[in-house]
Structure formats: structure tokens, C-alpha cells
């Protein structure tokens, strides 16, 4: 805020942007993305965890009948679930990264203005 900006300018500003279409669309798109993303992580989990509960034979199968092989599906299926959820995180911080900061940027420059 300069020296010739008044505190009620700068709420004034403030609360422009809030009301603005361009912020009101930021808003959604960072709504839907986050919660896109979280039902893929609920699915993911949950559907890993109800698979275990109602399916053990399934999960138990081994992959190998070498003799000394401890690997199983539910095991794989485990890996696999946590590797989802790191995707899952990469894929929101490159949004994030290339998306969201520079409108939010963007959006900051036009409120000091």
C-alpha cells in the first residue's frame, strides 16, 4: 500500500477483487480441482481398504509359487495405493504451480494497483 493509498481504498480494492468473476472463477477451479482429486484418493484408498476386507483370498494370492516368494497381491496393490496418492500430490503441485500461482500473482499485482 503507498503513502496516498487510504486503509478504506485498499478495502474498497480488496473487496472489488473478492466480488470480481475473475477471483469467483480461481475459487472454483481450485474447488474442483482439489476435490476431483480428492474422490480419486478416497476411491483409491477406500476401494484398496474394502478390497482387502471383502475379498482376502484375492489380495493373499501370490504372484509367484517360487519357493521363498513372500510377494502377494495385496502387497502390490498396497504399493501401489501409496504411489497414487504421491501422483495424486504431484500432479495437484504442478497445477498448482503452472495454474493457480500465477493468476494468484496476478490477482495480488491488480489489488496493489
Known sequence: ??????????????????ESPAFRA????????SLTLLALL????????????????IVARRLSEAPG???????????GTLVFAWILTAVYVVWANRVHDPEVERLKRQLRR
Open 1 to 18: 500500500m503507498s503513502a496516498t493509498t487510504r486503509p478504506a481504498d485498499a478495502s474498497k480494492n480488496a473487496t472489488e477483487l473478492i
Open 26 to 33: 480461481l475459487v472454483k477451479i481450485r474447488w474442483s480441482v
Open 42 to 57: 478416497f476411491v483409491g484408498y477406500y476401494g484398496f481398504i474394502m478390497l482387502v476386507a471383502t475379498s482376502p483370498a
Open 69 to 79: 516368494a513372500i510377494a502377494n497381491l495385496g502387497l502390490v496393490l498396497g504399493i
